[in-house]
C-alpha cells in the first residue's frame, strides 16, 4: 500500500458539535396523527399558521392534522412557491399581517418549509415588503427576538427540514438569497410515510436523487471521518436499494417501510443538528449543489431535477481532476457494493457497480431526465452560468474565478 493509500485510509480526528437547532426528530408510518397534538403542548401553541402547497390543501395529510388539532385555532394558508418567489413570500406575510400565530405547520416539500422559514423570520422583523424583504437578505443582520417555532412535515426527501437556512429567490434580477440562522431552523420534525403518499412518485424520486447529493458530494469533497462517513454511507445506502421500492400503493406496508427508510436516509445525509468537522477540512465547492443556484434562479427547474441532470456529470469531474477525490468516489463504492447494514442481506445491486451507475441506474429506470437540455435548458446558456458561477464563488479572485468557470463549463457540458 503507498503513501496515498495510507493517508486515504486514516480517519481525521476532529470536533461534533451539536447546534441548537431541531429539538425532536420523530418518524414512522403516522407519527403525526400521534405526536402532533402534543408536539403542539410542549411548544404552548393555542393558533397555528398551517402552509401547505395548492395541490394538498385539502388532501388527507391536512385532514389528520386538522382532526388531530381539535380545539386548537388553525388558520391555513395553501401557496404554488416553488423556489419561494419574494413575492409569494411577502402575499403570505400580507395575508397574516396582524395576526399572531403562536407556531408555523409547514407541510410539503423544501420550497413551502423554506416558505415557512422566511415568513417566521419576517413576521418577527416587521418586514412585509419585496424590497425590505431583498434589501435585508442582501445585508443581514442579526435577529432581535426568536422567531415562532416551526414543525415540519416533509412530503418529498429535498431535506429542508433540518436545515438552519432558507432561500429565497428574486426572478426578475435571476439571484437566489439564503438566509442562515439558528434561529431559522424547525423546532421539530415528523417524518411520516402517510404524509408523502399524495406526492407525485417522480416528485418523490426526484427529491431522492437530491437527498443522494446531499450524502455523497459532501462525502466525497470531504476528508476521510468516521462518524460523518458512516452516517452518509447509510444514508446512500439505503437510498439507492429502497428509492424504487418506495413507489406503489400506498395501502402495501412494504411500501411504507421503504418510505420511512427513505425519510430516515434523508435526515443521515446531513445528519444535522450534529456537525462534524475533521481537523484539517479543506474547503471545496460543492459544484452540484452551488450550480443548482444558477440553473433554478434562471430556468425554474425543480432542484430534484437538477441533482439527476448534474450530479453525475460533478462526480465524473472530481473523478478525472482531483486525485483523492477519485479515491473517495471509488471508497464510497466499494462500501456501498459490499454494505452490510440492516438491509435485508439484500445487496445494493446485482453486480459490481461504481457509485455513479448505481446513481444512473435509479434515474434511468425511474424516467427521470439525465441530461439538462431534457428539462428546458439551452446549450447557449450554459455559458453565462459558468461565469456567473465563478464570479460568485471565487471570494473576488480573477485567476479562481476563470478556474471556477472551466470547471463548471465542462461540467455544465457534459451534463447537457
Not at 503513501?3 to 485510509?9: E, G, I, K, V
Not at 415540519?152 to 442562515?180: A, H
Not at 446531499?214 to 468516521?226: D, K, M
Not at 431526465?369 to 471570494?395: C, K, W, Y
Request: with cysteine; hydrophobic share 40%; glycine share 8%.
Amino acid at each position: 500500500m503507498n503513501s496515498m493509500d495510507d493517508q486515504f485510509n486514516q480517519f481525521e480526528g476532529g470536533t461534533v458539535q451539536f447546534l441548537q437547532t431541531v429539538s425532536t426528530i420523530s418518524f414512522g408510518v403516522g407519527v403525526v396523527r400521534r405526536s402532533i397534538g402534543e408536539t403542539l403542548e410542549q411548544i404552548g401553541a393555542d393558533t397555528v399558521l398551517l402552509l401547505t402547497p395548492r395541490s394538498i390543501r385539502a388532501g388527507n395529510i391536512v385532514g389528520i392534522i386538522k382532526d388531530a388539532l381539535k380545539g386548537v385555532t388553525v388558520d391555513q394558508i395553501s401557496v404554488s412557491a416553488e423556489h419561494v418567489p419574494v413575492e409569494v413570500l411577502a402575499d403570505v406575510l400580507s395575508q397574516i399581517d396582524g395576526g399572531k400565530p403562536d407556531c408555523v405547520i409547514a407541510v410539503g416539500g423544501s420550497s413551502t418549509i423554506d416558505l415557512a422559514k422566511g415568513v417566521r423570520v419576517f413576521h418577527s422583523l416587521g418586514i412585509r415588503e419585496v424590497d425590505q424583504i431583498l434589501g435585508f437578505l442582501r445585508s443581514p443582520t442579526g435577529l432581535d427576538e426568536a422567531p415562532i417555532p416551526q414543525i415540519s412535515i416533509p412530503t418529498t426527501l429535498s431535506g429542508s427540514e433540518y436545515t438552519r437556512s432558507f432561500s429565497v429567490l428574486d426572478f426578475n434580477n435571476q439571484e437566489k438569497l439564503s438566509l442562515t440562522e439558528t434561529l431559522c431552523s424547525s423546532r421539530s420534525i415528523l417524518y411520516d410515510p402517510i404524509a408523502t403518499r399524495e406526492t407525485p412518485d417522480q416528485l418523490w424520486i426526484s427529491s431522492g436523487i437530491m437527498a443522494l447529493n446531499h450524502a455523497v458530494e459532501v462525502f466525497v469533497t470531504s476528508p476521510p471521518n468516521l462518524i460523518a462517513d458512516s452516517m452518509k454511507l447509510s444514508s446512500a445506502a439505503y437510498l439507492l436499494r429502497y428509492l424504487l421500492d418506495s413507489i406503489g400503493s400506498s395501502d402495501l406496508p412494504e411500501v411504507n417501510y421503504a418510505r420511512e427508510l427513505c425519510q430516515t436516509a434523508c435526515w443521515m445525509a446531513d445528519h444535522s443538528p450534529m456537525r462534524v468537522r475533521t481537523s484539517n477540512t479543506r474547503p471545496s465547492i460543492l459544484y452540484s449543489h452551488s450550480l443548482a443556484y444558477q440553473i433554478a434562479a434562471r430556468y425554474r427547474v425543480p432542484y430534484g431535477l437538477i441533482a439527476c441532470t448534474t450530479l453525475p456529470s460533478c462526480l465524473r469531474n472530481y473523478s478525472e481532476n482531483d486525485e483523492i477525490f477519485r479515491m473517495r468516489i471509488a471508497n464510497i463504492s466499494y462500501a456501498l457494493s459490499n454494505y452490510s447494514g440492516d438491509l435485508s442481506n439484500k445487496g445494493i445491486c446485482d453486480e459490481s457497480k461504481d457509485l455513479i451507475e448505481m446513481i444512473e441506474d435509479i434515474i434511468i429506470q425511474s424516467g427521470l431526465p439525465l441530461r439538462l437540455r431534457d428539462v428546458g435548458i439551452p446549450r447557449d446558456g450554459l455559458g453565462p452560468m459558468a461565469e456567473d458561477f465563478g464570479i460568485q464563488n471565487s471570494g473576488g479572485s480573477e485567476d479562481y474565478a476563470r478556474k471556477l468557470t472551466f470547471n463548471a463549463s465542462k461540467i455544465l457540458e457534459t451534463a447537457w
